[in-house]
């Protein structure tokens, strides 16, 4: 006898949040699923009234807007949420803090017209920090000049069984190289998004570095 599975009562969501925050610490290293695994238990925890999706398997609508590449650390992340039942968005950063695991802060917390787009579709450009381990090279800002100066760069971005190509230089809106705390470092502005996305170690490889002597922040997301 076949038995019947019971249904979660859906309906449409009444508020839409989006939640600004930073990675740091071990949280560096859990990916994209885990990440978003993690929000789903600590916003379960604070009690928010999370709406769900349609369907025979409805599961939270809460998603990131653009999962944090493995080892990256994050200053201004973004996460969505819908809600079943309206909620100060104030009271929630305030007391959201105190659920999450080690290594993740909110730095904000806003409310969204329910009818825009998705995060994830208005996000162009990402901002990032890429910091040394050793002293970088002592012409790393010509270098970074004659990557802009470039007309093209074809690159190829090796991925398990296929090899991708394609002219990085469009994907590179900003390149310079600044000092922090006393040591340089680079910042970059990086296309994202569906017409196409560079990485912080696509540019550290076009400049003859190794990526894997640099630590990268993403500092924020720019969206549409």
């Known amino acids: ?72 650390a994050a200053e201004r992340e973004l996460v969505e949420v819908y809600l079943d039942a309206r909620v100060e968005p104030a009271d929630v950063a305030g007391r959201l803090p105190a659920q999450l695991p080690a290594g993740l802060g909110v730095r904000g917390v806003e409310e969204l017209p329910l009818n825009a787009p ?17 002293p970088p090279p002592a012409d790393l800002a010509e270098r970074v000049a004659r990557l802009l100066e470039a007309q093209t760069l074809p690159f190829a971005r090796v991925r398990p069984g296929r090899e991708v ?16 705390a006393g040591k340089a470092a680079l910042t970059l502005r990086l296309q994202h998004g569906p017409r196409g996305a560079a990485r912080p170690e696509d540019v550290l490889a076009a400049l003859g570095l190794e990526p894997a002597a640099a630590r990268v922040t993403r500092v924020a997301l720019v969206l549409a």
Not at 35 to 55: D, E, H, I, T
Not at 118 to 134: G, K, M, T
Not at 165 to 180: G, N, T, W
């Open 118 to 134: 998705p995060l994830a579709s208005r996000i162009q450009a990402a901002d990032y920090v890429v910091q040394f381990l050793d």
């Open 1 to 72: 006898m076949s038995v019947s599975r019971p249904q979660r009562q859906v309906t449409a969501p009444v508020q839409r949040l989006s939640i600004a925050f930073a990675v740091s610490g071990a949280a560096r290293y859990v990916g994209g699923l885990d990440m978003g695994r993690a929000w789903v238990r600590a916003l379960r925890r604070l009690g928010l009234p999370l709406a769900y999706s349609f369907g025979f398997s409805p599961h939270p609508r809460v998603s990131l807007a653009a999962p944090l590449p493995v080892g990256f």
């Open 165 to 180: 190509r394609f002219d990085l230089r469009p994907r590179i809106l900003a390149a310079r190289v600044e000092e922090r």
